[in-house]
T-cell receptor, first 112, second 115 residues
Framework: KQEVTQIPAALSVPEGENLVLNCSFT??????LQWFRQDPGKGLTSLLL?????REQTSGRLNASLDKSSGRSTLYIAASQPGDSATYLC???????????FGSGTKLNVKP | GAGVSQSPRYKVAKRGQDVALRCDPI?????LFWYQQALGQGPEFLTY????????KSGLPSDRFFAERPEGSVSTLKIQRTQQEDSAVYLC?????????????FGSGTRLTVV
């Protein structure tokens, strides 16, 4: 069974800092990996999707990398803002692509 | 509608009661998924529909859980004889095509509390 782990579980930083969120997975036979944002009482918003053949994806201040062989991904957030405060979830899809395997998330608090 | 709609938003049930949670996917979306998210955890897969066919129900935790999508649009997740461990947020997602590698949207979820 695919296990997805996210470190740290919680993170509190002052506004303007650059930060890195980590995700690891046990089965390297993934189809793709996605990073989501979850706000309290809201659904999941997809931030970045990395196909298994790719090494990284960028969107604005966000950059996600994937090292499939070592089972790791990182989400880099540049110049953090209070509006970035949320829970960030990492999820992988295996080759049968009909389900996500999620990590437990990193709860980020960016202080003004 | 523009997004995936779930109802009710909140549900409090007494232990032993039956509950029904509704998901209205985006019109025309072929695939529909249910996930269960316990407090402080990531969502866990429950079941997957392609149109009206339930192709994967491997994540349903017990035979008290039942899901249907009879006309290939609206889906209902039913939980019989609710237990405290059923307390969680139940998320629904829909996708335009088969599988999750294409456009999809998650609903805001139903928070179920069993007392």
């Amino acid at each position: 069974k695919q296990e997805v782990t996210q470190i740290p579980a919680a993170l509190s930083v002052p506004e303007g800092e650059n930060l890195v969120l980590n995700c690891s997975f046990t089965d390297s036979a993934i189809y793709n990996l996605q990073w989501f944002r979850q706000d309290p009482g809201k659904g999941l918003t997809s931030l970045l999707l990395i196909q298994s053949s790719q090494r990284e994806q960028t969107s604005g201040r966000l950059n996600a990398s994937l090292d499939k062989s070592s089972g790791r991904s990182t989400l880099y957030i540049a110049a953090s803002q209070p509006g970035d405060s949320a829970t960030y979830l990492c999820a992988v899809i295996l080759d049968n692509f009909n389900k996500f395997y999620f990590g437990s998330g990193t709860k980020l608090n960016v202080k003004p | 509608g523009a997004g995936v709609s779930q109802s009710p938003r909140y549900k409090v049930a007494k232990r032993g009661q039956d509950v029904a949670l509704r998901c209205d996917p985006i019109s025309g979306h072929v695939s529909l998924f249910w996930y269960q998210q316990a407090l402080g955890q990531g969502p866990e897969f429950l079941t997957y529909f392609q149109n009206e066919a339930q192709l994967d129900k491997s994540g349903l935790p017990s035979d008290r859980f039942f899901a249907e999508r009879p006309e290939g649009s609206v889906s209902t997740l039913k939980i019989q004889r609710t237990q405290q461990e059923d307390s969680a947020v139940y998320l629904c997602a829909s996708s335009l095509y088969a599988g999750l590698n294409y456009g999809y949207t998650f609903g805001s979820g139903t928070r179920l509390t069993v007392v």
